[in-house]
């Protein structure tokens, strides 16, 4: 069974910072990423790193604010969010996949993390 357990979440003054983690376990996963979903807004994709050679990717409203890594352990991926806006408030996910590429859609990953609260 695979679970996820995040963390890291709050409430932040805008211009402020905040690292999200994830672990999962129940398999193995080449490629784990974030999304996040405001409200009344469809979730949508954050930041990604892949299982070829740890390429990352990022929406480009956070280029340059947000920074994705793994964890020294396996399945463990970090988001370190610096210069916090207020449009950056929602739910953030957890995103994981067993296979190397990383996809933007939604719709292309099966497996979630529960979610956790970021206000700006």
């Known amino acids: 069974q695979v679970q996820f357990v995040e963390s890291g979440g709050g409430l932040v003054q805008a211009g402020g910072s905040l690292r999200l983690s994830c672990v999962v376990s129940g398999g193995t996963f080449r490629t784990l990423g974030w999304f996040r979903q405001a409200p009344g807004k469809e979730r949508e994709f954050v930041s990604g790193i892949s299982g070829i050679g740890n390429s990352v990717y990022y929406l480009n409203s956070v280029k340059g604010r947000f920074t994705i890594s793994r964890g020294s352990a396996d399945n463990t991926v970090h988001l370190q969010m610096d210069n916090l806006k207020p449009d950056d408030t929602a739910v953030y996910y957890c995103?994981?996949?067993?296979?190397?590429?990383?996809?933007?859609?939604?719709?292309?990953?099966?497996?979630w993390g529960q979610g956790t609260q970021v206000t700006i």
């Open positions: 995103a994981a996949d067993p296979g190397p590429y990383w996809e933007e859609l939604v719709a292309s990953y099966d497996y």
